[in-house]
């Protein structure tokens, strides 16, 4: 071992997850992460990496039109259900081992953050079922299967710069690019990893998006649970 390895910090992997988990949040989360509140009703949503998330399920009560894309949505309910409970484990002990990670203000704790999870899985298998390819596009990050212009704002919720270890940055300029040619506006939440480190890719994406021409900007949002995790990146299509 060189001198400097000796001194760098250990590298604890608290989230042993085989790939990226389908884990899911619902509306009240979404709205905390992406302030939603901005957005006037009517206004047409794209869930890009929707997974069995409630968000499409739910929003539509409050005037929004939205659509969620994921290679999940190939599957069927019963095999989308299975895949979430093959994650629940690995998760449940990853948010326990990292819990000097979080901060626990808006969750209270693991268990009701499961319970959160259990919910949101159940309002997006009914909604799967009934609304289907209608509302639930199979696609994947870097090529969807979307229009031009199609939506007006696109959120990617747990997905880019989360799995920042999984995914280079390539693949987050190119996904990225491909938001914008989609939406005029996207929105990206959080921006740190899953060890809770800064997203490498970040500065990276946010150069080459500011060099194509548009504008990218960090917003505070006024939610914290991984802690530091405290901005959206928002990019406006030049
Ligand atoms: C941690 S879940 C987040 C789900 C939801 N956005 C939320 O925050 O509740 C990540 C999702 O990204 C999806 N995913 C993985 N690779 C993807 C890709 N290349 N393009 C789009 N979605 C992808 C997974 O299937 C999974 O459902």
């Known amino acids: 071992m060189t001198e400097t390895q ?8 608290e989230f042993d997850l085989d790939g990226i988990a389908p884990w899911g949040r619902r509306l009240d ?3 905390a992460y992406f302030a939603l509140t901005d957005l006037p009703v009517g206004t047409r949503l794209l869930d890009i990496g929707g997974g069995p998330s409630s968000f499409a399920a739910e929003a539509p009560a409050r005037g929004f039109s939205v659509t969620a894309v994921d290679p999940i ?10 895949q979430f409970e093959n994650t629940a484990k690995a998760m449940r002990e990853g948010m326990r081992a990292a ?3 979080f901060n626990w203000a808006f969750y209270g704790s693991e268990p009701l953050v499961h ?45 880019l710069f989360l799995y920042g270890d999984e995914l ?24 740190i990893n899953l060890d809770g480190r800064p997203s490498s890719h970040l ?8 060099a194509d021409g548009h504008d990218a900007e ?16 928002r990019v406006r299509r030049g």
Request: glycine fraction near 6%; aromatic fraction near 12%.
């Open 6 to 13: 000796t001194f760098l910090p250990r590298h604890h992997k």
């Open 73 to 82: 949505y190939a599957f069927d309910g019963q095999a989308i259900a299975s």
């Open 115 to 159: 319970q959160r999870r259990r919910a949101a899985l159940e309002l997006f298998l009914a909604d799967f079922a009934m609304h289907g390819a209608s509302r639930y596009i199979a696609g994947a990050l870097p090529q969807l299967p979307c229009g031009d212009g199609s939506f007006d704002v696109a959120l990617i919720s747990h997905l």
């Open 99 to 101: 819990s000097y990670r």
């Open 168 to 191: 280079d940055g390539a693949f987050h300029l190119a996904s990225m690019r491909e938001a914008l040619r989609i939406a005029g506006e996207v929105r990206v939440f959080p921006l």
């Open 203 to 210: 500065p990276v994406v946010m150069r080459a998006l500011e």
């Open 29 to 31: 989360e979404y709205d």
């Open 218 to 233: 960090l917003v505070p949002v006024d939610f914290e649970f991984q802690i530091g995790a405290t901005k959206m990146l």
